[in-house]
């Protein structure tokens, strides 16, 4: 039997799928924003001013799936080809380290944006626009109608896809990473493209389908595995090559893997 293999504390993600007590404070708390907060928040935006609706729509604009998936797919493409070349080699895969986190990276955010486009079809929710140009906030399932497409939202959803994963790859800077998806997805209710209900909705989703993901790749040994108390972390191997950066702290030996 081979002993524990060292990991630094710091390289595992703490995040989990949650039990049914988190799920009901979850709806619990879409409900409340839906009901007391939404519309409010939507007409104020609309009177806001100028320069901060257009500061917003700067920072919103990054949101798009589009700008992490295409580049994601090329380097999944680049990734691909260097772990051919390796393993014709018989050489190790780093390649093949690589290959699976950008991967993961790549089914997470468009994973997420495909449940967030089923979801908001079923729930048909107005957008912001109509209780502007209507005075109207209401919901039409399966409208298919962009105008009926405002829960979840799918820049909120895109970003919190992309900080989850990152914060799996590289645990140190979850709370960063959180930060900066926290502003993005804000900026769809600032500049009323959605209510904040819908952006609540969107990186919860994004937040779960994520880890979920993750998951289901460390229960086939794909660059995560499974821990003795349940959970899921990077193999070893791979938060060796993936470069974490934990310089200058102590690491803690936790558990390793058992041929």
Request: glycine share 10%; net charge positive.
């Amino acid at each position: 039997m081979t002993p524990a293999q060292p990991i630094d504390t710091r390289a595992v993600c703490p995040w989990h799928l949650p039990g049914p007590r988190w799920y009901a404070g979850l709806a619990a708390a879409i409900a409340l924003t839906v009901i007391f907060l939404d519309t409010g928040f939507a007409r104020a935006m609309h009177g806001a001013p100028a320069w901060l609706n257009e500061a917003f729509q700067a920072i919103t604009a990054t949101g798009e799936s589009t700008y992490s998936l295409v580049p994601l797919g090329l380097a999944w493409l680049v990734a691909a080809a260097a772990w051919l070349a390796q393993k014709d080699r018989g050489e190790a895969g780093e390649a093949a380290v690589a290959l699976q986190a950008i991967g993961f990276l790549f089914v997470a955010i468009a994973g997420s944006g495909i449940a967030t486009n089923v979801v908001k079809q079923v729930i048909g929710r107005s957008r912001p626009v109509l209780l502007d140009t209507l005075d109207y906030s209401g919901f039409h399932p399966f409208a298919f109608d962009y105008a009926f497409q405002s829960f979840p939202s799918g820049h909120a959803n895109t970003v919190f896809a992309a900080a989850v994963a990152l914060a799996v790859l590289a645990p140190r800077w979850r709370w960063g990473l959180i930060a900066i998806a926290t502003l993005f997805a804000l900026s769809r209710a600032v500049i009323a493209a959605h209510y904040l209900g819908d952006v609540i909705a969107g990186g919860a989703l994004a937040y779960l389908t994520t880890l979920w993901l993750r998951d289901r790749m460390a229960a086939r040994g794909w660059l995560f595995e499974r821990t003795q108390g349940g959970g899921s972390r990077l193999r070893p191997e791979a938060a060796a090559l993936l470069a974490i950066g934990l310089p200058g702290g102590r690491s803690s030996v936790l558990p390793g893997r058992q041929p």
